[in-house]
């Protein structure tokens, strides 16, 4: 029986994992090799081999009541969209409230997990760890939550950079970029549009000369701002969107793409993909257009090669005396620690079912959470793979036959091809609402919302027609949380509370238009329950 979990690493995964323990009533130690928690998001002066690291600029790409865990909303005086610092203090918030620290072994590294000698049995792990004094010791469990992230290998590819080993300016993987300190009226060269490239050219841009940003396929550029300056991601992110998604993909996309290019035409900035706008992350930036139109940055192709100081790309144009290159390209994942047969790949992905357990275990005892990949925010997905994973280690949910998994592993992986852009730096992705769900229905927490419907049609609407925040998945089931129905329905209050440093007040709005309105949106919201519950009996 399971009674002793490690979880290794203490960043926001890790953090939903050890509560996701304490909540199953399992003893839980967090083995993590820094001094302090956060992961990627604890600002690091100086960068730390083997950690994730982060600019002095970042915000989050995600508003806070969509990066959420499930029973903490945020504080409402919080910003929209926070700042590094911000993210850090909610996450110190959250593991003060639940007394995660007391769990985490700080300072303390694993170098090795592996199975007991008699793990056919016990389903038992044996895991080795190194102190900062170099002092090891071994520790065994009935269980291993697996939480170090991705974004601590960077992926550096000067081999398919001809002549750079003759260049003779200073170049360096985003991954060490903190501020463009040193960098005033310099030329400088930023290959990679993911979001650290797009984040750094701007930043950058601010300070140099000029600054280049080479793409080999151009990005979506969406902004946080979204339709009447609320968070761009509160908006089209309801179950209703999503069902109308899957119902219209081709239209949907067709649509997204239109509005986007009304904002900035993508094909005139250089920046128009290959591929549709679902098909990868996009680039959430606000400022890039602004940087472009004023030739702070320009857009070109990938780099073919390096002469000397001299930058070629592949449509023939050079760059003289560049001064400096910032390679954002991505980074690769490994789990150094974990045996060799746990780290099987099917394709670029690992072979993991649901993205969680390796589906080869006599036991299933190991679980990998919060290495994901959706258009939204990681840290619901972390903690629903988290309250899944510790479900099946106490054995109140089964996980189906080896093969099953490994046939749902291809099947799945081929679906993920077809739809997404997937590469070896971005392995993986996932439909977010809909995997969201697909642990939940695992876990019995995904909400019922006809039956809402019935018992309480203001909280359904919200639910339905709502953005689609953690709060749905504590309304019942396992976990359940008693303040979940009240945390949707403050949750615009929270939303508004940042803005509200200069009130204006309101115009008077006529009696018979307030009517029309609430009169138009319940007919719209019947309309959208129907089609709702016609998409479920399918389903079901």
Known sequence: MVQK??????????????KACL?????TTCFESSHDI????????????????????????????????????????????????????????????????????????????RQ?????????????????DSQRETHVFDAVIVCTGHYTQPHLPLKDFPGIESYGGRYFHSWEYRNAEGLQGKRVVVIGIGNSGGDIAVDISRVAEKVYLSTRSGAWVV?????????????????????????????????????????????????????????????????????????????????????????????GS?????????????????????????????????????????????????????????????????????RWATRVFKGLTTLPSEETMRKEIEKDTATMHQRFACSERNPLQVDYIPYLDSLAEQVGVRPNVLWLLLRDPRLALQVLL??????????????????????????WERVVQPFRTRVEPEPETRPSSKLSI???FSGAALLCCFLYSKQQLKIC
């Open 518 to 520: 609430i009169m138009g």
């Open 116 to 132: 007991s000698p008699d793990f056919a049995v016990t389903g038992q792990w044996e895991v080795e760890t190194q102190r900062r």
């Open 223 to 315: 902004g946080r701002v979204g339709p009447g300056g609320l968070p761009t991601d509160l908006v089209g992110t309801s179950r209703v969107d999503v069902m109308i998604k899957k119902l219209f993909p081709s239209w949907i996309n067709s649509m997204l793409e239109k509005k986007l290019n009304q904002a900035f035409d993508h094909r005139l900035y250089g920046l128009k993909p290959k591929h549709g706008f679902f098909a990868q992350i996009p680039v959430v930036n606000d400022d890039l257009p602004a940087r472009i139109i004023s030739g702070r940055v320009q857009v070109k192709p990938n780099v073919k090669e390096f002469c000397g100081s001299s930058v070629v790309f592949v449509d």
């Open 466 to 491: 709502g953005p689609c925040t953690p709060y749905q998945y504590r309304l019942t089931g396992p976990g359940q949380w008693a303040g979940a129905r009240q945390a949707i329905l403050t949750q």
């Open 5 to 18: 979990v490690a979880v290794i690493g203490a960043g926001p995964s890790g953090l939903t994992s050890i």
């Open 38 to 113: 956060g992961g990627l998001w604890r600002f690091k002066e100086l960068s730390e081999p083997g950690r994730a690291n982060i600019y002095q600029s970042v915000i989050i790409n995600s508003s806070k009541e969509m990066m959420s865990f499930s029973d903490f909303p945020p504080p409402a005086e919080l910003p929209n969209n926070m700042h590094h610092s911000e993210v850090l203090l909610y996450l110190r918030l959250y593991a003060q409230a639940f007394k995660l620290l007391q769990h985490i072994h700080f300072q303390t590294t694993v170098v090795g997990v």
């Open 318 to 386: 050079i760059i003289d005396k560049v001064d400096v290159v910032v390679f954002a390209t991505g980074y690769n994942y490994s789990f150094p620690f974990l045996p060799s047969a746990l780290q099987a790949k099917c394709d670029y992905r690992l072979h993991l079912y649901k993205h969680v357990f390796p589906p080869g275990l006599t036991q299933p005892t190991l679980a990998v959470v919060g290495f994901i990949h959706g258009l939204g925010a990681i840290n619901p997905l972390a903690e629903m793979q988290a």
């Open 23 to 27: 909540d199953e009533g399992l003893e």
